[in-house]
């Protein structure tokens, strides 16, 4: 059983407000990543993280940032959502040899709707 | 960059019917090959990977894929579904040179009709 968390699993919001969407891990895991997933299409990476106060970019430009400070933690910020926003939200975490290997453990999700 | 294509979209089949989704990838590397299955409510998990060796590989619940190089495809098989396969499933590469970023292809659902 995967221990990562993300919340909220839902968020409606207005444009212009500032987001952040969490995502925790207890599994000690060093990298984490950040999916987006519109419907219907692939999952996009965003950004991912190889440990603490490493934060890069994905494949797929966002407008939106993340950190990493703690090691278990990789909140995703957006500083005004647009309804271009809108879609589903993929946090993931892999121990140094899982990610290589291409096993990730994925959270439930969290799915922005900006209106 | 690598690129990943799943053809079918939407899958509807009867209990006991045999199941193969295809899935193409392309790169121009060596590549590793995944397949991740979420079950309706679940989170998104390995179902099977291949790296390496015999291009059968054969992961949980019955479920088996073939890497066909000359075809850059790994096809998805099952012999005999049930109704608790029905979920979504997503075919997933990354290169063989360390580098652990997953490409996701589109996802095909599944639905086993009882």
């Known amino acids: 059983e995967a221990d990562i968390y993300q919340t909220p699993r839902y968020l409606v919001i207005g444009t212009g407000k500032k987001i952040t969407l969490e995502c925790s891990q207890t599994?000690?895991?060093?990298?984490m990543y950040w999916y987006q997933q519109d419907p219907g299409m692939e999952l996009h990476l965003i950004h991912y993280?190889?440990?603490?106060?490493?934060?890069e970019k994905g494949d797929l430009s966002s407008e939106s940032t993340v950190s990493r400070i703690r090691t278990e933690h990789f909140p995703l910020t957006l500083e005004s959502a647009r309804p271009s926003h809108t879609s589903q939200y993929l946090c993931?975490?892999?121990?140094?040899?899982?990610?290589?290997?291409?096993?990730?453990?994925f959270g439930s999700g969290t799915q922005l709707s900006v209106l | 960059a690598q690129s990943v294509s799943q053809h079918n979209h939407h899958v509807i089949l009867s209990e006991a019917a045999s199941l193969e989704l295809g899935c193409n990838y392309s790169?121009?590397?060596?590549?590793?090959l995944f397949w991740y299955v979420q079950y309706p409510g679940q989170h998104l998990q390995l179902l099977l990977k291949?790296?390496?060796?015999?291009?059968l590989v054969k992961g949980i619940k019955g479920f088996e894929a073939e890497f066909i190089k000359s075809k850059f495809s790994f096809n998805l098989r099952k012999p005999s579904v049930q109704w608790s396969d029905t979920a979504e499933y997503f075919c997933?590469?990354?290169?063989?040179?360390?580098?652990?970023?997953?490409?996701f292809g589109t996802g095909t659902r599944l639905t086993i009709i009882p």
């Open positions: 993931a975490s892999s121990d140094i040899f899982g990610g290589s290997q291409g096993k990730l453990f």
């Open positions: 599994m000690g895991h060093d990298k």
């Open positions: 993280s190889y440990g603490v106060n490493s934060t």
């Open positions: 790169y121009g590397g060596t590549v590793n």
């Open positions: 291949y790296f390496s060796g015999d291009p």
């Open positions: 997933a590469v990354n290169s063989n040179f360390g580098n652990e970023k997953l490409t």
